[in-house]
């Protein structure tokens, strides 16, 4: 079993760079479920450690998860 840091580490590797990351790539590359991949999104969203781009549809890692 996998632990809740290790996923959310995965996530942000997942997130950086330029292009950013749709849920659906997330789901894919972390291997979750939907239904995980939107909390975990909302959770670093929350502490602003990801931002979603709306007209892109994609999330990317902050600076603040960069100063990390």
Known sequence: MR??????????RSAQGSQGITKTRVMYEVQLSFTQ????????????LV???EQ??????????RSY
């Open 37 to 48: 991949v939107k909390e975990y999104l909302q959770y670093l969203q929350q502490f602003e």
């Open 3 to 12: 632990d809740y840091q290790e996923l959310i580490a995965k996530i942000l």
């Open 51 to 53: 931002s979603y781009d």
């Open 56 to 65: 892109n549809r994609v999330f990317r890692t902050t600076m603040r998860e």
